[in-house]
């Protein structure tokens, strides 16, 4: 074995204990950034109680994988919490005076279609025909949107300033 | 904390669930659940914790004082009431199904 070789197996020993060194540090960093993406309430638990569990992983490289999963586990933990929480609906008056049919959009549907004018008259009608009641072919369609809201627990902003004026 | 979604229950909920029924007066952490059913961290707190929001589980803190201990505490899981009945009607509708199977 010459020179060369025994400097070179010395390098990469040292090499390997310093990266041996540095999973510690590594898991740490790894479960804090899993507990970073849970909401407010329960990151500081999550955190401590990951913390203390990595200490029963054995292996310095299997605490490192371990501690990984953890990024996933958060993301399916929060996926979760983003389900909708409260179903809004919001009712709509189109007024038209088209004739025939395409004032809507097709995949919104109208719940009531009423004549425009002051005989307000409810009508059910596949094609626009001018009013029983009173002759008109103004129309007043009534939709309806139904959504679901999800609450994040946090927002940012983005702000940019002028520095030329 | 209770909520009134119920938990899929997914095979890997379900041998979850069997380590807890198995051991119904015992609190477990995480660690020793991972070590009998050998299920991977992202899979396991999950569940953990969908279990604990339907209330069929609950969790505190160890006793030993963090500080005193130098070292972060450890939660302990344990089945509540709830969460044994539930889990023993799970498994029975599966014994039923398994055995229908059988059968056909």
Redesign the interface.
């Known amino acids: 074995m010459g020179l060369e070789e025994i400097v070179l197996a010395l390098l990469a020993g040292l090499l390997i204990a310093e990266v041996l060194d540095w999973l510690p540090l590594l898991t740490t960093f790894v479960i804090q950034t899993a507990a970073r993406r849970l909401p407010e309430d329960v990151r500081s ?2 955190r ?6 990595a ?3 054995p292996g310095k490289v299997s605490r490192v994988c ?2 990984l ?5 958060s993301a ?2 929060s996926a ?1 919490d983003r389900e909708p929480i409260k179903r809004l609906s919001v009712t709509s008056v189109v007024e038209t005076d088209t004739i025939g049919s395409g004032a809507l959009a097709p995949d919104l549907h109208a719940s009531e279609v009423t004549c425009r004018c002051s005989c307000g008259a409810v009508l059910d009608e596949p094609e626009r025909l001018p009013c029983p009641r009173c002759g008109s072919t103004s129309r007043s369609i009534h939709v309806s949107i139904s959504e679901g809201v999800v609450a994040l627990a946090g927002a940012s902003i983005e702000a940019r300033t002028t520095r030329y004026q | 904390m209770t909520d009134e979604r119920e938990p899929r229950l997914s095979f890997q909920t379900l041998q979850v669930l069997q380590v807890f029924l198995e051991r119904p007066e015992h609190k477990l ?3 020793d659940i991972r070590v009998i059913t050998r299920l ?7 569940i953990l ?2 279990l604990e929001e339907a209330g069929w589980l609950d969790s505190e803190w160890e006793n030993a004082d ?1 500080s005193n201990a130098g ?5 302990y899981y344990r089945i509540t009431a709830l969460g044994a009945r539930r889990a023993g009607e799970a498994f029975e509708r599966m014994q039923v199904r398994r055995q229908g199977l059988a059968w056909a």
Do not use: F, N, V
């Open positions: 638990r999550r401590e109680e990951w913390l203390a569990e200490e029963h992983i371990w501690a999963g953890l990024i996933l586990a399916r933990m979760r | 952490a995480g660690a991977a961290s992202g899979t396991l707190y999950p914790a969908r963090a070292r972060p505490r450890r939660r």
